[in-house]
């Protein structure tokens, strides 16, 4: 035999093996298949990347086998088709008699849509058909379109004929979970039995409470089986239990009498609904077997009535509502007002119990997002929960499930809960540590602020993760600019100049001896200073005082000190015209924490190494831009008057001293505003005014006193100012009563 024949022969065994497995696979309901993404041109890398994200969602919703893309590319080169080929129903049924598919989800990606197509081989009938317009975002297209195309295909290929059957949860009401094992003994040996029934389709889903024994659930890893989920139709039939054990025992029996109740509902609106109550005892799994099979024949027999009639399956919405109110009032914290991501506190067998409940709602439908929402808050509060013996493993069991359902809320669907949702379970977890995948999670919403409607603290708290991770330097400085940028655009930043500050303060301490970051810091801040904004530039010179600081503090470097000084006081000089430039749209300094430290470290600088004391001068301009902006409430500038007047007082500037204090108290709105802190204003203005009046003695002000109500409003006004040792008091009552007391004490130079 020829070469030629020996290879002709070999390849006719090869189709003859494909169509024989091809329908050995169609007969036991494992489906193989196959997924290619087509583009418009310059829609090529949003293709590929679109391409690896269905085939990976694919991999954890499919349960047959998947093409392998290497495969697909292969042979479309050898047969010199083009993906957009594939439409061609001679082209795609010749592909699926070569590669032995029998599903093919062809997407086509176009500038403002993306067309998503299923079809079943070798028939190349169309079963699933949508064009998406929103949310063109790869992550939440994969998990969309797989999900939609695979219960398409399930829907599709299930028996017309057969009733499906789902078998929830049968929950123990008892916080002792005593009888875990009975409950898991019964769920197994019940499948065993059905799976028997050839007139029947038990659709096999797996949840957390059937694994919520310590072993078990660390085992872990049954997030595919919750992806699995979200595509599986609704059954014909779905049944759950729960059990508790009854209130007087007898003692003398080794095993407890446990009350039980079985219901049994129909997604599809094939049959009534049932319950069933009877009592057994803890070793008496097979009656309660006996009882569910028995109402399971009583519902099959109506679901087959029904198909034999003719009537179609629907989706009973009504139904599914009714059932998620029902969960929704087991847990600790129903949902209010549409807040479906509620945090749950409660006891072990509280949240157990709404999760039950949850996850025979998702029976019903598994991608419905409030449900997913609220099993994934259940999860997060078994994590939280306290005395409930869960396992350090387990926790991070619960953590990894809890993101798992989160994500893919917010994914199926984008509104304002799964956002939320989404952004705290990932980024944000209760200010405590950032939670697992934070970064990621921080990055993907700074990405996608312009295209999805996050809140601005999310955009504000995710930017503050990232820029206080351990990324990459030169990514925090181009996060840092497109921050500034997008203040300069809109008039606000996210970050305060003050926030910034601090964290590139904390970044510069970390790599204090890294000269290669020293200097690309420098480069950067010059970067900055380049420019056309004076807020830009004056972050640019904020960074450049940090870093040459550092270098101070390190070392007496001349050239550093000069730089040092010369950019702290440019930064203050921008920072003071920035009221006129934006013409009183920006609020000048929400700053003003950031400036105190930062005029500290001058004051500090300017003592260790003898340099001349301009900073009185320094922040008086900036008190005055403060007063002259009218922003009198901010509670930095007590704090800067505290520094700025013993300076002004050595320079003998009294009546500058006296112009600022007044301007500011008459201002000032006093019920705001702590005794002490009014006291230690009204001290140093009769101090300055008596100074500047070349009074010796105390001045006091009745009517300053009286404006200022040192009551603060708990008791009458004050009635009486008295000087003793030196000091001046008010005093509230002169009669020894309940409401007397000092009202204030300051003592004048």
């Known amino acids: 035999m020829h070469t030629r024949d020996i290879v002709a022969l070999i390849a006719v065994i090869s189709v003859v093996v494909c169509v024989v497995d091809a329908k050995t696979q169609r007969d036991t309901g494992q489906f193989s298949f196959a997924i290619i993404v087509d583009s418009e041109p310059g829609q090529k890398l949003f293709a590929d990347k679109l391409q690896s994200l269905l085939e990976a969602e694919a991999a954890v919703q499919w349960d047959g086998r998947l093409v392998e893309r290497a495969d697909m590319d292969k042979l479309l080169e050898e047969l010199k088709i083009s993906a957009s080929g594939i439409a061609d129903p001679n082209s795609s049924l010749k592909l699926s008699q070569i590669l032995n598919f029998d599903c093919l989800l062809a997407v086509k990606t176009k500038t403002d849509s993306v067309i998503a197509t299923v079809s079943l081989f070798p028939s190349t009938l169309v079963i699933y058909e949508k064009t998406y317009t929103e949310r063109l975002e790869p992550h939440s297209l994969a998990v969309n379109i797989v999900t939609n195309a695979i219960r398409a295909v399930r829907e599709h290929s299930r028996d017309a004929d057969k009733p499906q059957v789902s078998i929830g949860s049968f929950y123990n009401v008892d916080p002792h979970r005593k009888f875990l094992d009975f409950s898991i003994d019964v769920s197994l040996k019940l499948r065993q039995e059905l799976v028997k029934n050839r007139t029947i389709i038990l659709t096999e889903r797996l949840f957390p409470s059937d694994l919520l024994s310590e072993f078990e659930l660390a085992r872990g890893g049954f997030t595919e089986q919750i992806a699995k989920n979200l595509s599986a139709p609704p059954s014909d039939i779905l049944l759950y239990g729960e059990f508790q054990t009854k209130s007087e025992q007898n003692l003398n029996e080794p095993f407890a009498e446990l009350n039980f109740t079985l219901l049994v509902v129909s997604p599809t609106g094939m049959c009534e609904n049932h319950k069933v109550e009877f009592s057994c005892r803890s070793n008496e799994q097979e009656v309660v077997i006996e009882q569910v099979l028995k109402i399971i024949r009583q519902a099959v027999s109506e679901v087959r009535t029904k198909l034999d009639a003719g009537k179609q399956r629907s989706f009973s919405q009504r139904e599914f509502e009714e059932f998620k109110k029902q969960a929704f009032r087991l847990m600790p914290n129903p949902p209010m007002h549409d807040l479906y991501g509620r945090l749950q506190f409660g006891k072990r067998e509280e949240l157990e119990r709404a999760l039950h409940m949850l996850e025979c709602a998702m029976l019903f439908k598994g991608d419905d997002v409030q449900i997913l929402l609220s099993m994934g808050a259940v999860f997060d509060g078994m994590r939280r929960a306290r005395q409930s013996n869960y396992s350090p493993s387990d926790k991070e069991f619960f953590t990894k499930i809890c993101q798992e359902l989160v994500e893919r809320a917010y994914y199926i669907g984008s509104d304002k809960n799964t956002r939320y949702c989404y952004w705290y379970y990932f980024v944000y977890d209760g200010l405590g540590p950032p939670p697992p995948g934070c970064i990621q999670a921080a990055k993907y919403i700074w990405d996608t602020r312009k295209s999805e409607y996050w809140e601005r603290d999310h955009i504000h708290f995710s930017l503050k993760r990232l820029l206080e991770s351990d990324i990459d330097t030169q990514l925090k400085y181009k996060l840092f600019l497109e921050e500034v940028s997008e203040f300069e655009n809109a008039h606000r930043g996210l970050l305060t100049l003050g926030e910034l500050f601090r964290i590139f303060e904390k970044e510069i301490r970390i790599h204090d001896y890294n000269t290669q970051f020293m200097n690309e810091s420098l480069t950067f801040a010059q970067h900055l200073l380049n420019k056309e904004s004076i807020y830009i530039k004056a972050l640019g010179h904020v960074l450049n005082f940090t870093v040459y600081f550092r270098i101070c503090e390190q070392n007496k470097d001349t050239e550093a000190l000069k730089e040092c000084t010369k950019h702290f006081r440019e930064a203050i000089d921008l920072l003071a015209d920035l009221h006129e430039k934006y013409d009183g749209n920006v609020d000048l300094l929400p700053y003003s924490y950031m400036l105190l430290q930062f005029y500290d470290k001058y004051d500090q600088l300017i003592k260790k190494f003898g340099l001349e004391n301009d900073s009185a001068e320094l922040k008086e301009k900036y008190i005055t831009i403060k007063l002259k902006a009218g922003d009198y409430g901010d509670d930095g500038i007590p704090q800067l008057f505290h520094t700025l007047l ?39 203005y009769n101090r300055f005014l008596c100074a500047m009046q070349g009074r010796a003695q105390i001045g006091i002000s009745i009517d300053r006193f009286e404006k200022i109500e040192f009551d603060d409003n708990l008791t009458g006004n004050v009635n009486k100012i008295v000087a003793s040792e030196n000091s001046i008091y008010g005093i509230r009552s002169q009669f020894v009563t309940h409401t007397s007391g000092r009202a204030f004490k300051f003592t004048p130079a």
């Open 646 to 684: 013993p300076q002004l007082w050595e320079q003998s500037k009294y009546e500058r001293g006296c112009e600022l204090l007044t301007d500011y108290l008459e201002n000032l709105d006093l019920s705001n505003i702590s005794i002490d802190i009014r006291s230690y204003f009204i001290g140093e």
